[in-house]
């Protein structure tokens, strides 16, 4: 169990994050990997085990989670996400104060972990609303097959027979791993999660939280902290993998060639160029205007930027351009940044040294097409906490006069505090170069012409998971650009990855199989209790 009282603050202490591996927790083995403090750069816990037993871990979620769970009615389950949620926000001190270390805010903590059991609530919600006491799912009405109707058809879905591998992300180790978790339990399906071994000691915690509960069926939750090993390459059609990351581990996962002859599911959300468009109505001046620059402001900071949603595209009409960023300009040097733990930070550090040289080398080849306006890497304030220690940057702010002639600014991801401006000349212009992200997460629009929402619903739908309008009407309840809702569909075509997470019961299907039945109307009575 992690030790609170010396984690991060005795400099000789060192993690051992565990793995929970077939009902037993596994330590670090030689083959472990050193993780640092986001903050001071400290090495502060080590994961891995280049010795787990993955087959071990398959069968013991195949035999022994999955018929557990199966037995469970829908209703049943939702109720065993409900507690665990309730569990978990029993205990969320502590995975706040774990947190510090991977650089985010008591603010960003809201999103990371109030969020994720947020998410889990609503999907036990939807689960008693929307899904029946049984242990069959009907998938829309019964179709008349035969003249007569004694011969009909009815579409139903019962839980995959295997275990779903959920390979995270490092910048929400606890939302990140809930919002899969909760449709894949209430499919009554086992889960392994792999969070990503920068900030892995968080969803460590948060699993043990879940486990020690003892809600849980045996074998219905295991963890691998740390790589993976073969795993994956012992899959069945029975299993899936749910995998958030970067475009280019997702491509090398995704095409093993296990993967594919055995057609395994695999759903992806990678890194995605999301935009902003300000809408051609809302000029300086309008409270439209102001609610961009907030908008923006915000997914440039929050989680100093690592956020699949930030916006990373700035596009607002050509003669609004120079306002956009003066405006901008004064809004992001009014972020704080520093250690933090202190209430006074608006924005704390990247997770990782290397994180951070990442965002440079990458902020770096947009500076090859566009002009740095606003932060300085060589020379930015860090309050409470070492710069040179610590993983910190500045908000960096590009503006990219010709953006039709540039293509770094629509395909590198910096997933850090970087966004870049560029014009419009018209609508069809806007739309035409948020679509040049290839398929992104979300897309927003602050506007108050219905006209304008249309015509980009029409032209910019089919290359983004979501759009999100925005306006004076809405602000006062709007749930921001960057947050992916349950309720919601989250995920985007092509380069986001072409998959889709949540959206209510939408998210549950993933893991649950679709059958075509047809038969006589008794059979289908039987089958479907209903
Ligand atoms: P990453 O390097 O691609 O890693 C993602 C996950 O894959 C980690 O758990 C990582 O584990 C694991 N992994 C890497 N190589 C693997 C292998 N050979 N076999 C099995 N697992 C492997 O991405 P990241 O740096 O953690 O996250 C940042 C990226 O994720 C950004 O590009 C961001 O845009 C994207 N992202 C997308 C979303 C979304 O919802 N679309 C959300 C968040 C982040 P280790 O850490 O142990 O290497």
């Known amino acids: 169990m992690l030790d609170l009282t010396r984690f991060e603050t005795d400099p000789d202490h060192v993690h051992d994050v565990q793995s929970f591996a077939a009902g037993e927790w596994i330590g670090p083995d030689a083959a472990a990997r050193d ?6 750069g400290q090495r502060i816990a080590r994961a891995g085990n280049g010795a787990l037993d993955t087959e071990a871990m398959l069968r013991h979620a195949r035999n022994v989670g999955g018929p557990a769970l199966r ?4 209703h049943q389950r939702a109720k065993l996400v409900k507690a665990l949620a309730l569990h978990l926000g029993q205990h969320k001190d502590q995975l706040y104060a774990v947190s510090f270390a991977t650089g985010a805010t008591q603010k960003d903590h809201l999103i990371d972990i109030d969020g994720g059991i947020g998410t889990m609530f609503v999907f036990a919600s939807k689960g008693r609303r929307e899904m029946p006491d049984d242990h069959v799912y009907l998938d ?23 275990v779903a591998v959920h390979i995270n992300a490092f910048n929400f180790p606890v939302w990140g791993m809930l919002e899969k978790l909760a449709p894949t339990l209430l499919a009554g399906v086992p889960a392994i999660v792999k969070p990503a071994t920068a900030s892995c000691y968080v969803t460590e915690l948060a699993v043990r939280f879940m486990l020690e509960s003892g809600l849980l069926p045996d074998g219905a939750l295991q963890l691998v902290s740390g790589g993976l090993g073969d795993m994956l390459d012992r899959l069945t059609v029975q299993d ?13 996962l995704r095409s093993a060639p296990h993967i594919l002859a055995n057609s395994i599911r ?7 160029l999301n935009a902003s468009i300000l809408g051609p109505d809302a000029a300086p001046g309008t409270p439209e205007f102001d609610l961009f620059i907030k908008e923006v402001t915000r997914e440039m900071t929050t989680k100093a930027g690592q956020k699949c949603t930030a916006i990373r595209r700035i596009i607002a009409p050509d ?36 994180q951070k040289a990442d965002v440079l080398a990458k902020a770096n080849q947009i500076g090859a097409e566009a002009e740095r306006v606003f932060g300085n890497p060589d020379r930015f304030e860090v309050h409470g906490a070492s710069a040179e220690a610590g993983a910190f940057l ?12 540039a293509t770094t600014v629509h395909e590198v991801e910096a997933f850090g505090p970087v966004s870049t401006v560029m014009p419009y000349r018209d609508l069809d212009h806007a739309i035409q170069l948020a679509n040049r992200g290839h398929g992104s997460l979300v897309t927003s629009v602050i ?36 947050s992916p809702l349950p309720h919601m569909v989250h995920g985007g075509p092509g380069r986001a990855g072409g998959g889709e997470e949540m959206g209510g019961v939408r998210g549950v299907m993933h893991y649950m199989q679709r059958t075509a039945i047809q038969g006589s109307p008794d059979l289908l009575t039987a089958i479907g209790r209903k």
Request: net charge neutral; charged share 15%.
């Open 266 to 272: 695999f759903i992806a959300e990678q890194d995605s």
């Open 35 to 40: 993780i640092h403090s986001a903050v001071t």
């Open 240 to 252: 899936v993998v749910s995998f958030t990351g970067s475009a280019e581990t997702a491509l090398k």
């Open 319 to 354: 003669p609004h351009v120079p306002a956009v960023i003066d405006a901008l300009q004064a809004s992001l040097a009014k972020t704080t940044i520093g250690n933090p733990k202190d209430s006074a930070t608006r924005m704390g550090a990247l997770v990782s040294a290397s």
């Open 447 to 482: 506007t108050r012409d219905g006209d304008v929402a249309r015509t980009v619903a029409m032209g910019a739908g089919a290359y983004h998971g979501r759009l999100y309008f925005n306006n004076r009407n809405s602000m006062g309840e709007s749930t921001g650009h960057g």
């Open 71 to 74: 037995a469970m009615t829908f």
């Open 140 to 162: 829309g009405g019964v179709e008349q097959l035969s003249r007569n109707g004694t011969f009909l058809g009815q579409h139903i879905c019962t839980p995959l027979q295997g």
């Open 394 to 405: 500045p908000p960096m702010l590009f503006h990219c006069a010709d953006p039709d002639r």
